[in-house]
């Protein structure tokens, strides 16, 4: 290419605090070369109609394209998350403005603490004062690469104060570690992600008045990951759905989706093995895992776990015969969940060891008779 077919490349005006750039021009400046620019910028908006992107935002198009894949990992790690589509310009966010921009803040839904850590607490029901503190760690969510923040707050059963004891607060934190979600966890944009959570969770309970074993830390999948850890770590009572304790299955069999690989310096197995290795087996609350043997996170459940932690936890191991991918865990062992976040309230034991529940079969498979 000769000097004069060279792209010529506009830099933007700097000092901006809202800038609009197409994609290529975004990355041939480099995304710490604009930043230096506009040291304040909150809103980025980039212009991918060059790939004819139609509907797809950036990170559909992350999935597609290895460069696009990298700049939204980049931009993830320098406190970017994506929040708007329109006519092929995906709009990111920079997280200390989230709780400017974002109307669950705004009005009053979702509160933010001083580590800017957005979070809800829904009171008791009834009027009731505070007994209880169950805290609700979100999901993947069902649209995973959604334009919508909420991809990082996924309401997961968002009715459970009706099925847990009288008193029950309900505390669930917004997780902005990475491009879809950062598992609660350390990442390279957010060192300090694991002290904040657990800053936020003792700070909350002792304001309403609650002592750490009047404490539940629940969730599935990614949020199965951050009650296990965050539980064991702060020695919380856990009820853990099918943790993802591994980052091996969706990085190879699924291209990396959760985005992992570029945005935590450690895998999640060298995490929990050394987490499940180190811990302090005098300060372990009680602690359940539910599992499936029909998931593919199973073999991982199985073997990363270290001791003490290993022979301290009580496996709920489901043999649904309507599980047959890893988000069906959480959906057909809701009951299960329930049963040991009750028990977990009321300090019913909860004992150690690998329990087969839910080993069903379909009718079509037995003798009885259709009614």
Same mark, same amino acid.
């Given at each position: +290419?000769?000097?004069s077919?060279?792209?010529?490349?506009?830099?933007?005006?700097?000092?901006?605090?809202?800038?609009q750039?197409?994609?290529?021009?975004l990355? @041939?400046?480099?995304?710490?070369?604009?930043?230096?620019?506009?040291?304040?910028?909150?809103i980025?908006?980039?212009?991918?109609?060059?790939?004819?992107?139609?509907?797809?935002?950036?990170?559909?198009?992350?999935?597609? $394209?290895?460069?696009?894949?990298?700049?939204?990992?980049? &931009?993830?790690?320098?406190?970017?998350?994506v929040y +708007?589509?329109k006519?092929?310009?995906?709009?990111?966010v920079?997280?200390?403005?989230?709780?400017?921009?974002?109307?669950?803040?705004?009005?009053?839904?979702?509160?933010v603490?001083?580590?800017?850590?957005?979070?809800s607490?829904?009171?008791?029901?009834?009027?009731? *004062?505070?007994?209880?503190?169950?805290?609700?760690?979100?999901?993947?969510a069902?649209?995973?690469?959604?334009?919508?923040? +909420?991809?990082?707050?996924?309401?997961?059963?968002?009715t459970?104060?009706? !099925?847990?004891?009288?008193? @029950?607060a309900?505390?669930r934190?917004?997780? $902005?570690?990475g491009?879809?979600?950062?598992?609660?966890?350390?990442?390279y944009? $957010?060192?300090?992600?694991?002290?904040?959570v657990?800053?936020?969770?003792?700070?909350?309970?002792?304001?309403?008045?609650?002592?750490?074993d009047?404490?539940?830390?629940y969730g599935?999948?990614?949020?199965g990951? *951050?009650?296990? !850890?965050?539980?064991?770590?702060g020695g !919380?009572?856990?009820?853990?759905v099918?943790p993802?304790?591994?980052?091996?299955h969706?990085?190879?069999?699924?291209?990396d989706?959760?985005f992992?690989?570029?945005?935590?310096?450690?895998?999640?197995?060298?995490?929990?093995?050394? &987490?499940?290795s180190?811990?302090d087996?005098?300060?372990?609350a009680?602690?359940?895992?539910?599992?499936?043997?029909?998931?593919?996170?199973?073999? !991982?459940i199985?073997?990363?776990?270290?001791?003490?932690?290993?022979?301290?936890?009580?496996? $709920?191991?489901?043999?649904?015969?309507?599980?047959?991918?890893?988000?069906?865990?959480g959906?057909?062992?809701?009951?299960? *969940?329930? +049963?040991?976040?009750?028990?977990?309230?009321?300090?019913?034991?909860?004992?150690?060891?690998?329990?087969?529940?839910?080993?069903?079969?379909?009718?079509?498979?037995?003798?009885?008779?259709?009614?």
């Amino acid at each position: +290419m000769t000097t004069s077919q060279k792209v010529q490349v506009s830099s933007p005006a700097p000092g901006k605090t809202d800038l609009q750039v197409t994609l290529g021009e975004l990355q @041939t400046l480099g995304i710490d070369g604009l930043l230096a620019k506009n040291p304040d910028l909150k809103i980025l908006r980039v212009d991918h109609a060059a790939l004819n992107s139609g509907d797809l935002n950036l990170l559909d198009l992350a999935m597609k $394209f290895p460069h696009v894949r990298a700049t939204m990992i980049s &931009l993830a790690n320098r406190g970017f998350f994506v929040y +708007m589509l329109k006519e092929q310009t995906t709009s990111l966010v920079h997280f200390r403005h989230i709780a400017k921009l974002w109307k669950r803040v705004s009005d009053g839904n979702c509160r933010v603490d001083d580590n800017g850590l957005i979070y809800s607490l829904e009171v008791p029901l009834a009027g009731h *004062a505070p007994a209880h503190l169950l805290v609700v760690f979100s999901s993947i969510a069902d649209k995973i690469r959604t334009s919508s923040l +909420m991809r990082h707050f996924f309401q997961n059963y968002s009715t459970v104060q009706k !099925y847990v004891p009288a008193g @029950t607060a309900v505390l669930r934190i917004a997780d $902005f570690g990475g491009v879809v979600g950062g598992f609660y966890l350390n990442s390279y944009g $957010f060192p300090d992600t694991e002290s904040h959570v657990q800053s936020l969770i003792a700070r909350v309970t002792e304001e309403i008045g609650l002592t750490s074993d009047q404490v539940v830390l629940y969730g599935t999948s990614k949020g199965g990951s *951050a009650s296990l !850890y965050h539980g064991v770590l702060g020695g !919380y009572r856990v009820v853990s759905v099918d943790p993802i304790l591994a980052d091996e299955h969706y990085i190879k069999r699924f291209r990396d989706c959760h985005f992992t690989v570029g945005t935590f310096p450690e895998d999640k197995r060298d995490k929990f093995e050394r &987490l499940s290795s180190t811990t302090d087996s005098a300060k372990l609350a009680p602690t359940a895992i539910i599992c499936s043997d029909r998931s593919p996170q199973f073999p !991982y459940i199985a073997t990363v776990l270290r001791e003490p932690l290993k022979s301290h936890v009580a496996y $709920f191991n489901s043999r649904h015969p309507d599980i047959k991918v890893h988000p069906d865990v959480g959906v057909k062992t809701r009951s299960i *969940a329930i +049963m040991l976040i009750n028990m977990m309230f009321y300090r019913l034991p909860v004992s150690s060891g690998m329990y087969v529940v839910d080993d069903l079969k379909h009718r079509e498979d037995t003798r009885i008779p259709s009614q």
